[in-house]
């Protein structure tokens, strides 16, 4: 019995399938060649996924994996989440910091859990949600560092990769102090992060890396 498919639909995961695997993002023309369409119905996709934040485009016509992706994948990896959620809350009393599981979303990271964590008026506050490229702070070096090395990479990933974590200072907010670790699992490109705005204890780096292969273990 032949099965029924939705074209339209079947188009429209195929376009974000083929962007997930684009992270610097594809121009309209270049998604209508890999998808084996014509053009107008390419532009057609991007707009329809575009309206629902699945997508949304660069500068230069670039289409990338969009923001609206979170609250969906954040849903079908609820229980992987949940899993990690005391982990972090074990992270951020034995560091004094707030801690975060970012995933990589195109060429930016997305911050897809939180636990709050620090001293009093010190403590630092994320939402869900947020973004910052990934050639930006510690979770992004970490993530990129978990890739296969690249010509002309930036120095913080090549010694992310060395020592096995990203260290940074007042990148993505002044006074602020991140350190990521890469979670090692190839399900997802993801990292474990703290911030804080004070001074870390000097096994906070261990403590990341510590809990960042525990994730793994449980994802």
Known sequence: MATTTLQTLDRGLA???????APAGLKPAELA????????????LLAT?????????????RAVLGTGLIPLAAKVEKQRLAAAAPLLAQLSE???????????????AIVA???????G???????LGVRHPLTR???GLAILSARAPMDEELPGVTLARRQGYAVTRGEL??????IAAPIPTPMVEAAVSIVALHELPADAAGQVVACAQEIAALW
């Not at 907010?173 to 991140?178: D, L, N, S």
């Open 15 to 21: 376009a974000l399938s083929v962007l997930a695997e």
């Open 33 to 44: 060649e890999r998808l084996g369409l014509h053009k107008a119905i390419a532009y057609r």
């Open 94 to 108: 034995v560091t004094r910091t707030t801690s975060c599981v970012v995933l990589a979303d195109g060429a930016n």
């Open 113 to 119: 859990l939180v636990h709050e964590g620090g001293d």
């Open 49 to 61: 996924l575009e309206g629902h934040s699945l997508i949304r485009r660069l500068a230069d016509g």
């Open 137 to 139: 702070g510690a979770p």
């Open 173 to 178: 907010q002044p006074g602020a102090v991140g």
């Open 121 to 127: 008026y010190l403590r630092v506050t994320y939402r």
